[in-house]
């Protein structure tokens, strides 16, 4: 198997676990929750799901041929409160991933070094590849950072629960 190959099955692996992390955490909120802000100005759910639905739409469409920030594109619209329900926000969360894991299926070895252009700026495949790894488990993680807020002592670990490391290990290795 060639590095290349590795490295695609590795990024949809990552790619994968952290859409998971964010479904479940959206799955376990009401709409209300999902559009909680807290004081200030960050964003709720509803808000980052919409940015990464709107920046996985536009970055992975026709990924190899245009611009990443396609031109009907409105960002900024992306963090305006809309009230969505868990069911909008469900389909907006899968079509998003499902474009940008469609296209990253899709590429051949070969298209890992050629050139896209994200915002007019070249990027190598590879790049623009981990510059998405960077960005969407960010956001994922103030998914589920803000879900825990919420649902505060009602929260259920989306990994090894605070205390069960020595169980979880034991469990893994079998000492």
Known sequence: ????SIYL???LKRLEIHR???LKTIQRLNKDQLNWQPDGEPNSIAMIVKHLHGNMLSRWTDFLTTDGEKPGRN???EFEESALTQEQLLQRWDEGWDCMLLAIRSLQETDLDRTVFIRNEPHIVID???RQL???P???GQIVYIG???LKDKWESLSIPKGGSAAHNKEKTGN
């Open 128 to 130: 623009a590849i981990n």
């Open 134 to 136: 960077a960005h969407v």
């Open 75 to 77: 960002r900024d619209l």
């Open 148 to 150: 825990k807020m919420i």
């Open 9 to 11: 099955q590795s990024v």
């Open 138 to 140: 960010y956001h994922v």
């Open 20 to 22: 998971e992390l964010g």
């Open 1 to 4: 198997m060639s590095i290349q």
